[in-house]
């Protein structure tokens, strides 16, 4: 499966941003997917991973209860909504999927990955 991230820019502290994880290349709903980012210098970050069907989903402690993760199969789409962006959430994002569900946070758990697309909160 082939992921392409997108809809990252400049957006203000406070202010919301979605972003999306576009699949193609094989049938997206064998997929979980998950959201990561990392920022120049630092880890990649696990933010929140929901499972083939939507109905399950977990986040990263820096980013629960303000981002929120969805899908729609349908589309071939994931989503990221990210509410209330804060400076320090300004990183490159990316979208990945594992083709067997681990429930997993750690990005080599990971078999397919999008290119990231960069988001810039400014204060």
């Known amino acids: 499966v082939q992921l392409q991230a997108s809809g990252g820019g400049v957006v203000q502290a406070g202010d919301s941003l979605r972003l999306s994880c576009a699949a193609s290349?094989?049938?997206?709903?064998?997929?979980?997917v998950g959201w990561f980012r990392q920022a120049p210098g630092k880890d990649r970050d696990f933010l929140a991973g929901?499972?083939?069907?939507?109905?399950?989903?977990y986040y990263g402690d820096s980013v629960k209860g303000r981002f929120t993760i969805s899908r729609d199969n349908a589309k071939n789409t994931a989503y990221l909504q990210m509410n209330s962006p804060k400076p320090e959430d300004t990183a490159v994002y990316y979208c990945?999927?594992?083709?067997?569900?681990?429930?997993?946070?750690?990005?080599?758990?990971?078999?397919?990955w999008g290119q990231g697309t960069q988001v810039t909160v400014s204060s």
């Open positions: 990945a999927a594992e083709e067997r569900w681990r429930g997993s946070s750690s990005s080599p758990d990971y078999d397919y």
């Open positions: 290349g094989r049938t997206f709903s064998n997929y979980h």
């Open positions: 929901i499972n083939w069907s939507g109905d399950s989903t």
